[in-house]
């Protein structure tokens, strides 16, 4: 690992004009691109105190050797030059996207003498004419020969073609009339080329053009009672309008434009591309890249530019480019567009009407490709296995962690603290076993002390589980549930018990800690109580750094539990802290054990929020304060955020709740009728227990 401040330029050395860098590595291999408006205050940004870099960049600067840099003239030629570098040097650490598959494109031989329309897939070749790209081959064939009736252009491979030609006689196409047959000379190169453009001008949207000239002919002949006639030329436009149908509208202007969407997370993030011409989608494409350099939406989309139109010219880069967020350098960007382009290019973000809805749909796609690939990644075996052996390996523990419980605290502004649960058995989710809390000891926001409230909670109820059934008692070693002198019971496939079925009376969990997913249909015990925490986890990941940790570690030290590993992830530099460790653990970041981590963290925080979301929601709704007359939403959310809750609201006097900005005197009084006539008459009471059952309708329970 070098130290950047070994290669460090002096200061002045570096020109404050534009330009592009590259940081080299100990054997002079290229290891990242970038361009700046000012060099000098880019670069130096690189040599600054690591703890305050990304870790991302830490990474660069202390793996290069050396940085070198080249000056430009204009924010432009940067760009270009950037673009040139990236692809010339691979460099290892700059944004490179990658096609989730290999998308077929109708291509025109515009270089050849008499060109051929064919489909084709991989790198693009100087003098071809290109559409698409196309989900599937067989949708450009169906759309070919639907076209071939108006523009019979050559298909024919170049050994077919040289065939006939020597021989004086075409293929079928050429007998039934859907190649124009240049092989034989039924037509000159010139006239070829023209219906070879024609086509070309069909497929890029100037489509109006040819149907009206063939009803216009179709006419003609009919007048002049050329009725065989007529009727080809019929059967011509019909076909090239069932061409046309084969991709909607989208854009009622006619609009030739290029939409990019992103979905990301931290580690990789998903391009969709739709290409819109004449108003309608003409092909469709995704990428999806690791995110290897600290780079936002602005920056993905930057390069996503560059690489889309990098080596195109002309017509291939469309006078709109529509995006979720524009580029560092808008200005620059623009220009270099256009000038590939060779006329004006609008590069914004869509704000209203259907170019906005279109790219919501685009949005969409993105985000479905994003979960497919992390949903095939995690699917694979193989990967799975890997990535809990470096895990094992990161944390120092014996075995790997075939059980895996995540936990998360989600709140609103210190109302409706809730906590979740999720499992991970031998890298999948098993949602049966999900739990949800809510935060009883006290109120207001405090994860540290939430997080120790959630874990003591949940590891009381497994050691209850533990003595009421002696399951997990000492046993010899070579049984399957060998006790808590191993790292607990092995879960999941693994295990010979599959599940949590343990029979018999006992402690059920609360209400409140039952799956939420039984809410939604999922089976519980055979008597109807939610399933119980039996089974202990090799490893608790909680979501959250150093604090978090050490609250959830404390949980467990005071109930005795010294067997279940214990570590947190820090969303913003995705950092596994350890108990009682000063710094953290960095996993690579294309480590498949960091991305199971947070594959795991970021479900416990979707399984928090949307509880945490449901309860406020039904907190809301069912308010008392729904039956003031003339009382709105905005003014009852004040209400409660003033006093916390429902019995607080119920305690104040008048002059108190007049004090709430929004609240008259005439309403103040509606609210202390209302909340009067609604007070229970004797506090409720659980029959089983006998405990009193408070009363808090507005704030945490």
């Given at each position: 690992m070098a130290d950047p401040s070994s290669y460090r330029p002096k200061p002045g050395q570096i020109p404050d004009s534009p330009g592009v860098y590259k940081f080299r590595d100990e054997h002079r291999r290229v290891i990242y691109v970038g361009k700046a408006k000012n060099l000098r205050q880019r670069v130096a940004n690189y040599f600054q105190d690591l703890a305050n870099l990304h870790p991302r960049t830490r990474t660069m600067v202390t793996t290069a050797a050396s940085v070198e840099w080249t000056v430009v003239s204009t924010e432009v030629e940067a760009l270009q030059l950037e673009y040139s570098w990236i692809k010339e040097f691979d460099p290892r650490f700059n944004v490179k996207y990658r096609d989730d598959k290999s998308y077929p494109y109708l291509a025109v031989t515009l270089n050849e003498e008499f060109p051929r329309v064919q489909v084709m897939r991989g790198a693009k070749k100087k003098g071809v004419r290109y559409f698409?790209?196309?989900?599937?081959?067989?949708?450009?064939?169906?759309?070919?020969?639907?076209?071939?009736?108006?523009?019979p252009v050559r298909t024919c491979s170049a050994g077919v073609f040289k065939n006939a030609a020597r021989t004086g006689r075409p293929c079928l196409l050429g007998y039934i009339g859907k190649c124009s047959a240049p092989c034989v000379g039924r037509v000159t190169p010139e006239e070829h080329r023209e219906l070879a453009e024609d086509f070309c001008d069909f497929m890029a949207?100037?489509?109006?053009?040819?149907?009206r000239r063939l009803e216009k002919d179709m006419m003609q002949a009919a007048e002049e009672m050329e009725y065989e006639r007529a009727a080809r030329l019929r059967d011509d436009a019909e076909a090239l309008k069932r061409a046309m149908e084969k991709s909607a509208v989208v854009l009622a202007d006619a609009?030739?434009?290029?939409?990019i969407a992103v979905a990301e997370d931290e580690l990789e993030a998903a391009l969709q591309i739709f290409h819109v011409r004449g108003g309608r989608v003409r092909g469709q494409r995704g990428w999806v890249t690791d995110k290897v350099e600290a780079v936002d939406t602005s920056g993905l989309v930057e390069h996503a530019l560059q690489q889309l139109y990098g080596e195109e010219r002309g017509d291939a880069v469309p006078k709109e480019v529509l995006v979720p967020a524009l580029p560092e350098d808008t200005e620059a960007v623009s220009q270099w567009l256009a000038e590939r382009r060779g006329s004006q290019v609008s590069l914004r973000i869509p704000q209203r009407g259907d170019k906005k809805d279109l790219m919501a749909t685009v949005q969409r796609n993105a985000q479905q490709a994003l979960g497919l690939h992390k949903t095939k990644r995690a699917s694979d075996l193989t990967t799975r296995s890997r990535?809990?052996?470096?895990?094992?390996?990161?944390l120092g523990l014996d075995t790997a962690p075939l059980r895996i419980e995540c936990y998360d605290i989600s709140h609103l502004q210190g109302d409706d603290v809730v906590a979740s649960m999720v499992v991970f058995e031998d890298g999948l989710a098993r949602k049966s076993e999900y739990r949800r809390f809510q935060i009883k000891g006290f109120e207001g926001q405090d994860d540290v002390r939430s997080m120790h409230e959630v874990i003591?909670?949940?590891?009381?109820r497994y050691l209850q589980e533990k003595e009421r059934t002696g399951e997990w008692e000492e046993q010899p070693t070579d049984t399957a549930t060998a006790g808590p002198a191993a790292t607990g019971p092995v879960p999941g496939p693994a295990a010979t018990v599959p599940g949590p079925a343990v029979t018999g009376p006992g402690l059920a969990p609360a209400a409140d800690e039952r799956p939420a997913v039984a809410e939604d249909g999922e089976p519980r015990e055979d008597d109807g109580r939610p399933k119980r925490f039996a089974y202990p986890p090799q490893l608790v990941v909680v979501d959250g750094g150093q604090p978090q940790v050490a609250?959830?570690?404390?949980?467990?030290?005071?109930?005795?539990?010294?067997?279940?590993?214990?570590c947190g992830?820090?969303?913003?530099?995705?950092?596994?802290w350890l108990p009682d460790d000063d710094d953290p653990v960095v996993l690579p970041r294309s480590s498949e054990g960091l991305y199971l981590l947070q594959r795991v963290r970021d479900e416990a925080h979707r399984f928090a929020i949307t509880y945490q979301r449901a309860k406020r929601a039904k907190r809301i709704r069912t308010s008392p304060l729904d039956d003031v007359s003339g009382l709105g939403e905005t003014r009852k959310q004040a209400l409660i955020k003033h006093f916390g809750s429902v019995k607080k609201l119920r305690?104040?006097?008048?002059?108190?709740?007049?004090?709430?900005?929004?609240?008259?005197?005439?309403?103040?009084?509606?609210?202390?009728a209302a909340l009067a006539s609604t007070a229970p008459a004797a506090p409720a009471v659980n029959t089983a227990t006998g405990e009193i059952i408070e009363e808090d309708d507005g704030g945490s329970s």
């Open positions: 698409g790209p196309y989900g599937h081959a067989w949708a450009i064939r169906e759309t070919v020969d639907l076209m071939l009736r108006v523009f949207g100037r489509t109006g053009t040819y149907i609009t030739d434009a290029d939409l990535a809990l052996e470096e895990i094992a390996e990161a003591g909670r949940r590891f009381k609250a959830a570690k404390r949980a467990l030290d005071e109930l005795g539990i010294d067997d279940i590993a214990v992830l820090a969303k913003r530099l995705e950092e596994v305690q104040a006097t008048i002059d108190e709740i007049c004090e709430v900005p929004g609240i008259g005197r005439r309403t103040a009084e509606s609210v202390a």
